[in-house]
């Protein structure tokens, strides 16, 4: 079976990290850009403006 190209990581606001809003997309889980923490400017709906979003761990997986 072959290797995953991608992970799926967790993007949260910088100024509020525990806000009920986050966005989960993928990330090279190889190469150079895999290394390097996610910053992207995104629309946050709770504070209805644009902010920076950071990356995270994803929250533990319970069944």
């Known amino acids: 079976m072959a290797k995953k190209t991608s992970i799926k990581v967790r993007l949260v ?16 889980s190889s190469g150079e850009k895999a290394k390097v923490k996610l910053r992207v400017k995104k629309y946050n709906p709770s504070t209805r403006k644009h902010e920076i979003f950071v990356e995270k761990k994803l929250p533990p997986h319970s069944k």
């Open 13 to 28: 606001p910088e100024s509020k990290p525990n806000s009920s809003f986050n966005y989960y997309v993928k990330k090279p």
